[in-house]
Nanobody, 116 residues
């Protein structure tokens, strides 16, 4: 069964850190373009970060640049999003996405809440 499963979300205080993980099964992440998206309550889903499959180029939205880092462990078939200096406005459900051979895969999301 092809699926992406996110984990690592939770409640964190402003200024804190979390690392999200996205484990893939049923397919290999190596040749896939991958990304993290988020959706805050009452808002549209937005792209947060991306990683190209061929040259390792990364993308970060302006709102997270310098604070978030995307990475991939091909041996574990897992994608990560390291989130530092978290702000209340980072509160959202975070989704992992992979694009492989024209097919789009989404995880079910993990909730991140930044609050004191």
């Amino acid at each position: 069964q092809v699926q992406l499963v996110e984990s690592g979300g939770g409640l964190v205080q402003p200024g804190g850190s979390l690392r999200l993980s996205c484990a893939a099964s049923g397919f290999t992440l190596g040749p896939a373009a991958i990304g993290w998206f988020r959706q805050a309550p009452g808002k549209e889903r937005e792209a947060v970060s991306g990683l190209s499959y061929n040259d390792g180029n990364t993308y970060y939205s302006d709102s997270v640049k310098g604070r978030f880092t995307i990475s991939k462990d091909n041996a574990k078939n897992t994608v990560y999003l390291q989130m530092n200096s978290l702000k209340p406005e980072d509160t959202a459900v975070y989704y992992c996405h992979a694009l492989l051979d024209g097919i789009s895969y989404w995880g079910k999301g993990t909730l991140v809440t930044v609050s004191s």
